[in-house]
């Protein structure tokens, strides 16, 4: 069994690395990165946009909880608005920063993600079943491991739409599942021996020239459910917005590709209806629009596919939009007790700054 799963890991592995000899990837759009300081598009007519449509939806963001705004359009800030330097919690966005931060190992072959839990050695307290522990990285990174043990940092909400422990097999049910995304953290320093903070800082913050953040700004999350921890870190708008510019850009930096292009595209690729969480669809860690799915990728706003985003309770986004070479930047102080925006106020500030372009 060892043996089919080393050779099927040896195919995929080669596949991985000359994927872009079997299928066609979207070519690189972004024509300007920032430097030390982010670049300001001077005629948001030359773009296609009118500032009047701009300042309609800062209109509108400012009658509810938002707190900052960046918009980037191939490379260069839009608009802006708020407190874009000052340092909120990711919550969830977390969980696609540590995606991106797979995919060098995967290709590399120091991260297999079609090994189970069982060949892993990952466990918990309490421990899990035979049956869990045939859930592989692949199923949690999906959110999809069957896994329905007691999780650390999981909101209400998400504790009530929890299936029953064992209720699943591995790999057949999604389900929002923090279990999976604090294990897939676990076992990022299990395999690379690398601290996830520490990980943000050189393998992504550092070469896109970060300005803000620190691995001093992460904190690790520990409790009685679990043995695996969460790992939110505080960041800024201005930092975000680099990090989806990088996304936008297949991976590439300028002209140093730091996320492998063919992890960029599975990863954000659909691999999971999200009905449950009236939303679209659902990639590695991040949530992807699909055409034709009962929910939207948000509410009362139109994305193609290919649109995808990170997301953080309360309001937070990184939402990117390769048909306007966009990233869209939303944070909300969520140090303030129930301050929130919610998922339809956030899409009728999309549908506002889309209808900026003429």
Known sequence: MIKMKSLYTSLYITLFVLGGSFHSLAQSQVKHFPEKHWDYIKN???YGYTMEGLKKAKTYAD?????AVIIVVNGKILYEWGSVDQKYNTHSIRKSFLSALYGNYVQKGIINIDLTMEELGVDDNPPLSEEEKEATIRDCLKARSGIYHPALY????MKALKPERY?????????????????????????????????????????IQMEDYTPQDGNYVSGEESIHRAYPFRVTARDLARFG???LNN????????????WVK???????????YSSDGYGYMWWVAKDYNKFPHLPGVTLKEGTYSARGSGGHYVLVIPEYNMVLVHRVNTDKQNNRVSKKEFGKLVKLILASHQ
Do not use: C, R
């Open 154 to 157: 999981e909101s209400k909400g």
């Open 245 to 247: 510019l990088l996304m």
């Open 63 to 67: 009658s509810i909880n938002t707190e």
């Open 251 to 262: 991976g590439k930096w300028k002209n140093k590709q730091l996320i492998p292009e063919t």
């Open 167 to 207: 209720s699943e097999k591995a790999g057949i049910h999604w389900y929002y599942n923090n279990w999976d995304f604090n294990a897939t953290g676990t076992i990022f320093t299990k395999l690379t021996g690398k601290d996830i903070f520490e990980a943000i800082k050189t393998e992504i913050a550092d070469p």
């Open 44 to 46: 948001v007519s030359t």
């Open 266 to 276: 599975e990863s954000t690729s659909y691999h999971s209806d999200a009905t449950l």
